[in-house]
């Protein structure tokens, strides 16, 4: 199947690693907080494309092993269809995160609260809601 993207929710201890998008005009959800991930290089599968976005964006290293809950799902912006996983880290391997060039800060915050955010990206919430129904 084609796809332009992937998306990761990268669970560190309980909680998840989000990065606030660049308030830029000419992106996608600016301001917003979202997942590591991003849009798919020629030839990659969803799993070379979301761990390479993730080294990219937070500096962490995973093996596809560590991914899980692989769907597919379809966005707007751009139309078209993306991937989501997730993966599971223990608590402190934050101290690895090298925050790379895009978006403004990162953090971690429970799933419960990036849920109720009104400036997390809509489509998102609804696949770690999914997620985390299936756990």
Sequence with gaps: ?????????????????????DDFD???FPDCWDFAGGGRELGESPEECVLRELKEEFGLILI??????????????????AYFFAAHLPTGAESGVVFGDEGQRWMLMTPEEY??????????????RVYLERL
């Excluded at 199947?1 to 998008?21: D, N, Q, W």
């Design 1 to 21: 199947m084609e796809f332009h993207g992937a998306k990761v929710a990268v669970f560190i201890g309980g909680r998840v690693l989000v990065a606030l998008r």
């Design 26 to 28: 000419h992106i996608p």
């Design 64 to 81: 596809s092993d560590q991914l899980v809950g692989k769907w597919a799902y379809q966005t707007t912006v751009p139309v078209g269809t």
């Design 115 to 128: 849920l109720s955010r009104s400036d997390a990206i809509a489509h998102l919430q609804d696949c770690l």
